[in-house]
């Protein structure tokens, strides 16, 4: 399945070249030898969900798995809470961007100083067009009718410390399209990093995947999961 990925840019607005995805382990092994050559202390642990590393510190002291404090937070965006995917969009790339809704202009460029990479990515047979991130977020607006409309999912994921920052979006590149580009969603992300630790990603998602003409298709349903006497099969949580 082939994908069109926007070329970003930088602030100075020159194009940036695509960077080499490179995936993460998902766990990675260090043994005690390691650890006595290594320049970093065994306690240095990821602060992501995307990697977890177990250490094994010497045999004076049992076996400790170090783990990280993730925070992967999802949303929704609510007309009905009169929230804007326009100004989210806008926030997340430290961008102006003008809302066709309420018509008014979202500013968020004091943002742009924090904001380390922005790209939008999109399944192949959705339109160039939508390479333009006001003209994507006021068209997934438009198609929404009514007063209460979901208008985007948003996604605010932190990202692990040790990593050069180089390979924040490559991380954040792949994950996205995997998860959510190869199912015909429309991907709008922004890497921030402030420089007090806390390197963290806004991805937005569009609610509706597009057809190959281009156009919106109607929101996915939920389907509950039946036992064998056709009811529904409640969560852990009762409901």
């Given at each position: 399945?082939?994908?069109?990925?926007?070329?970003?840019?930088?602030?100075?607005?020159?194009?940036?070249?695509?960077?080499?995805?490179?995936?993460?382990?998902?766990?990675?092994?260090?043994?005690?030898?390691?650890?006595?050559?290594?320049?970093?202390?065994?306690?240095?642990?990821?602060?992501?969900?995307?990697?977890?590393?177990?250490?094994?510190?010497?045999?004076?002291?049992?076996?400790?798995?170090?783990?990280?404090?993730?925070?992967?937070?999802?949303?929704?965006?609510?007309?009905?809470?009169?929230?804007?995917?326009?100004?989210?969009?806008?926030?997340?790339?430290?961008?102006?961007?003008?809302?066709?809704?309420?018509?008014?202009?979202?500013?968020?460029?004091?943002?742009?100083?924090?904001?380390?990479?922005?790209?939008?990515?999109?399944?192949?047979?959705?339109?160039?067009?939508?390479?333009?991130?006001?003209?994507?977020?006021?068209?997934?607006?438009?198609?929404?009718?009514?007063?209460?409309?979901?208008?985007?999912?948003?996604?605010?994921?932190?990202?692990?410390?040790?990593?050069?920052?180089?390979?924040?979006?490559?991380?954040?590149?792949?994950?996205?399209?995997?998860?959510?580009?190869?199912?015909?969603?429309?991907?709008?992300?922004?890497?921030?990093?402030?420089?007090?630790?806390?390197?963290?990603?806004?991805?937005?998602?569009?609610?509706?995947?597009?057809?190959?003409?281009?156009?919106?298709?109607?929101?996915?349903?939920?389907?509950?999961?039946?036992d064998e006497n056709g009811e529904r099969i409640k969560l852990p949580s009762g409901r």
């Amino acid at each position: 399945m082939r994908f069109l990925r926007c070329a970003p840019k930088s602030i100075s607005g020159n194009c940036i070249p695509p960077a080499p995805v490179n995936r993460l382990p998902h766990c990675t092994l260090v043994m005690p030898e390691q650890l006595a050559s290594a320049s970093c202390s065994p306690r240095q642990a990821p602060n992501s969900l995307m990697e977890v590393r177990l250490y094994f510190l010497p045999l004076r002291r049992k076996k400790v798995m170090s783990l990280s404090c993730p925070h992967f937070k999802i949303s929704i965006r609510k007309r009905s809470e009169r929230q804007s995917a326009v100004a989210g969009a806008a926030y997340q790339s430290g961008e102006s961007l003008f809302s066709e809704y309420d018509l008014k202009t979202k500013n968020y460029r004091y943002k742009a100083q924090e904001v380390l990479h922005k790209e939008i990515l999109l399944p192949a047979h959705v339109p160039p067009a939508y390479c333009d991130r006001q003209t994507l977020w006021n068209a997934a607006e438009r198609i929404e009718k009514q007063w209460n409309a979901q208008l985007a999912r948003g996604i605010i994921m932190a990202l692990p410390r040790e990593l050069p920052k180089e390979q924040y979006a490559p991380l954040v590149r792949d994950y996205c399209m995997e998860q959510f580009v190869s199912k015909g969603m429309c991907v709008d992300f922004a890497v921030h990093d402030k420089g007090d630790g806390n390197p963290h990603a806004h991805v937005m998602l569009t609610m509706r995947a597009m057809d190959e003409q281009g156009k919106w298709l109607p929101k996915s349903r939920k389907v509950y999961d039946l036992d064998e006497n056709g009811e529904r099969i409640k969560l852990p949580s009762g409901r």
